[in-house]
């Protein structure tokens, strides 16, 4: 017959008197196991979504210049080649 204190001692997620862990054991190790790996791979999104952000703040500021000026400028380059081709002919 089993004592009172085998009783209390094999409850869920204890070791068993032969030494085997118990399955709520085990799954509350899988647990922590799988939310530090969540952890680590959200960790590494944020990571590679920052970097990528922060590329996205160098170029872009580079390549909204290179293209045409304002309305302003874009009109009176048109005036100066029409200007030209009338002076010309």
Do not use: H, W, Y
């Amino acid at each position: 017959m089993i004592s009172e204190a085998e009783k209390i001692n094999s409850g869920p997620g204890k070791v068993s008197p032969s030494g085997k862990v118990t399955s709520t054991a085990a799954s509350r190790i899988k647990a922590v196991v799988i939310s530090a790996t969540m952890k680590a791979i959200l960790l590494a999104r944020c990571i590679v979504v920052s970097i990528l952000f922060l590329l996205c703040c160098l170029v872009l500021p580079g390549a909204l210049k290179a293209r045409a000026g304002s309305p302003t400028e874009q009109v009176r380059a048109t005036v100066d080649k029409a200007l030209t081709i009338v002076e010309s002919a």
